[in-house]
Every structure is written in structure tokens, then in C-alpha cells.
């Protein structure tokens, strides 16, 4: 158990931005149904910029802010400017322009930053609770692990408490008929849109320290996120936290079993089937619980 432990405690801090990823796919997809692929390349562009105003000798604070911030900004004007032209579009026509915007950003930072290697450093990273002598986690992954929980309740309560929450609940019940009865449709989208860029930003941060900081790299770590709403039905906010712990914690664990450890970036996948599955078992499918956001 002892050998197990510092190998499960990493997967469950990495578990965590997985989840806190899913839970900003999921908060949209809830509001608008539309399944974002670009979030992490939105999170891919807020660590190197946050990375580039640290480096150009700002202080840390200002790197963090304008990281979320860019972000954030990207996907408002996208929520604001492009994604209302595509309402009455198929599902994977709007999912498919995500995938465009993302292509985009990446192309773009791709271009502008390259492949030099860089690491994105944390004041967190520096301390870190111990065990038996040896660190066991840092404060950077606690604080991951922290933030996940405490937006995952902040967005539980938002949906459930508040007047936004309500129309976003409205909106995923059904669209039209929230339109009719007064709900401003393109606001309430708009809103979702800003929360997930925030989500996609802060996201980013903790992943441009934990891997390779590299804008190409970081888009693709969208596919975890991804995998963790599937496990959620892209409904269930506590669900999709349960499918990122559990992806973090079997991708650490993969590393264990040499003759698996190289295919342990296919965890997402490989859980995103195996829940798919299950919940057409169970007659839960996606296609049945989301027919009401056509």
C-alpha cells in the first residue's frame, strides 16, 4: 500500500483538472448543447501566456490573471459572436466549429511559441505535505484538487440557487419554449460560454505545470476532459468529478505495469467507451438523455 500511495495521490490531483475540465464541458453543454473541443486549446494559450508574462519579468500574479483572462475572453466573443449563427445548426455542426476555433488557437500559438522546451512555474510548487520523510503531493496538486471540489459546489449551487442557474436549467430542458416564455436565449449562452473559458484558464494553469508546457500538447488534453463528461452523461456535474479521479488515478497506475505504462495516455478513451457502453446496458444513453437540447 505504501508503494501504491504516492502513485495514487498523483493520479488524484491530476484527476482533479480532469474533472475540473469536464465540469466546464459539461456546465456549457448543459446551458447551449454544444460539446466544446476547443477548451483545451483555449487552456493550452492561457498557460503560455501566462508563461510569457512571468517570463518578460511581470510579477507572477499578473501572468495568472492575464492567462485566465485571455481565455476567458476568447471564448465570450466566440459565445457572443460566432456560436449564436449556428443555433439552429446539427449538433455536430457546432461541435465541428468548436474543433475549427481550436485548430485555430493551437495553429496560432503553435506558430508563435514553437517547441522550445518550458515549464511553467507555480509558487505552490515549492512545498508540499510529506510522508514517511518523502513529499507526497505538492501544494500545486492540493490546490488542484481543492479548486475542483469548491467549483464543482460553486456550479452545483449556481445551477440550483441562482436566477442564471435557473434559465440555464430552462435552456436544457427545452430552447424553444424557454425563448417564448422570455428567457433571453443569447445572454444565458453567452454567460455559459465565459464560465467555461474561465474553467478552460484556470484548467490550463495547473496542466502548463504538470506536462510539457507546449500548446499542442495541452489542446489535446481536452480528450481526458472529454472522456470525464461521458462518464457524466454531459448532465451530472458529480459524475463527470468521479470520471476524472477515476481516469488521473488509472493513468498513475498504468505506469506501475511496464508492459502497459507507454499506452497510458489512452485511459481516456479507453473509460469513455467502457462508460458509453455501460450506459447504453442500462438504456441511459447520451442520444436519450440530451434529446431534449436538439
Not at 106 to 120: E, K, S
Request: glycine content about 10%; hydrophobic content about 55%; charged content about 10%.
Amino acid at each position: 500500500m505504501e508503494t501504491l500511495l504516492p502513485f495514487l495521490v498523483v493520479g488524484i490531483s491530476v484527476g482533479a483538472v480532469y474533472a475540473l475540465s469536464g465540469v466546464g464541458l459539461v456546465v456549457l453543454y448543459r446551458a447551449s448543447g454544444v460539446v466544446n473541443f476547443a477548451y483545451g486549446a483555449l487552456g493550452g494559450l492561457a498557460a503560455m501566456v501566462c508563461w510569457q508574462v512571468i517570463d518578460l519579468e511581470y510579477a507572477d500574479w499578473m501572468g495568472w490573471v492575464a492567462g485566465v483572462f485571455v481565455a476567458t475572453f476568447l471564448s465570450w466573443a466566440y459565445g457572443r459572436f460566432i456560436a449564436p449563427s449556428l443555433t439552429h445548426q446539427d449538433r455536430i455542426v457546432r461541435a465541428m466549429a468548436t474543433l475549427g476555433f481550436a485548430l485555430m488557437v493551437m495553429g496560432m500559438a503553435q506558430w508563435y511559441w514553437g517547441d522550445d522546451p518550458r515549464r511553467l512555474v507555480l509558487p505552490t510548487d515549492s512545498g508540499g505535505l510529506e510522508f514517511d520523510g518523502r513529499r507526497l503531493i505538492s501544494y500545486t496538486r492540493l490546490l488542484a484538487l481543492v479548486l475542483a471540489t469548491t467549483m464543482t459546489i460553486s456550479m452545483l449551487w449556481l445551477l440550483a440557487k441562482t436566477p442564471l442557474g435557473l434559465r440555464m436549467r430552462a435552456l436544457q430542458s427545452n430552447r424553444v419554449l424557454s425563448g417564448l416564455l422570455g428567457v433571453r436565449v443569447k445572454n444565458v449562452d453567452t454567460w455559459a460560454w465565459t464560465i467555461a473559458g474561465v474553467f478552460a484558464g484556470i484548467t490550463g494553469l495547473f496542466m502548463g505545470n504538470m506536462v510539457r508546457l507546449n500548446p499542442t500538447v495541452l489542446t489535446f488534453l481536452v480528450i481526458p476532459a472529454m472522456a470525464a463528461a461521458v462518464v457524466g452523461r454531459l448532465v451530472s456535474l458529480p459524475m463527470t468529478v468521479v470520471g476524472g479521479l477515476l481516469i488521473g488515478v488509472i493513468e498513475a497506475l498504468t505506469t506501475l505495469v511496464p508492459q502497459i505504462s507507454r499506452y497510458g495516455s489512452a485511459t481516456g478513451f479507453v473509460v469513455a467507451i467502457l462508460a458509453i457502453l455501460w450506459q447504453q446496458r442500462k438504456g441511459i444513453g447520451l442520444s436519450r438523455d440530451n434529446s431534449h437540447l436538439e
